[in-house]
């Protein structure tokens, strides 16, 4: 998947400058796309030449002009080809600590504990804000209610998503530092014995 293709499905929200893209990416579409608010800048920049955005400038007193960008009908319809693509690829995974798992028997133990319960806590905490957009989304509706009536259910569904992911690795990093845990004891007991 294209930066692009991030940057178009959180245009779908409604008009933003690239600051408001960079900020809202972190709420909005953190849980499945990660980028810098220099790689959106430049991506807004190669959509604006190629006609898939169009951006309009709103003069600001105090501070400098803002651009704000909305999707054209040609980034509808690149939307549109781009979720008929099929299949789509299988997500590359690159993760580091799991490497440094996969060597904990021959490494730092401690080290590798401290960076399972890092992830623990990192996903702890992004789970938590990822509650807080459910709890505004549904505005005290049902989840039902909200899936029947509200305009789009896309972002809600990679909302669910992202804390299945979030859940999983919550639950993976628990059961991860309790097994180091009785290792280390274990190898001690037999250090001792």
């Known amino acids: 998947m294209a930066l692009r293709n991030a940057v178009m499905a959180a245009l779908l929200e409604g008009e933003a400058s690239g600051y408001d893209l960079a900020k809202g990416f972190e709420a909005s579409v953190a849980n499945f796309w990660m980028a810098t608010p220099q790689q959106i800048y430049r991506e807004l920049e190669r ?33 549109r080809a781009y979720t008929a693509e099929v299949p789509s ?13 996969q060597c904990v028997d021959i490494g730092d133990v401690e080290a590798v504990r401290a960076g399972v319960a890092e992830r623990v806590e990192r996903s702890t905490a992004k789970l938590a804000r990822y509650r807080r957009a459910q709890e505004r989304m549904l505005a005290g509706r ?12 896309g972002p809600y569904l ?21 097994r180091l845990a009785q290792r280390a004891e274990t190898l001690g007991a037999s250090a001792r014995g």
């Open 47 to 79: 959509m604006e030449s190629e006609g898939l955005v169009s951006a309009r400038v709103v003069q600001q007193e105090r501070r400098p002009n803002k651009r704000l960008f909305s999707l054209t009908d040609a980034g509808l319809d690149a939307m």
């Open 89 to 101: 690829r299988p997500t590359a995974i690159r993760d580091e600590l799991m490497v440094k798992v």
């Open 158 to 178: 990679t909302l669910l998503g992202g804390m299945a992911l979030e859940q999983a690795n919550i639950k993976w990093g628990e059961t991860a530092l309790k």
């Open 142 to 153: 049902t989840e039902e209610e909200y899936l029947s009536t509200a305009e789009r259910i």
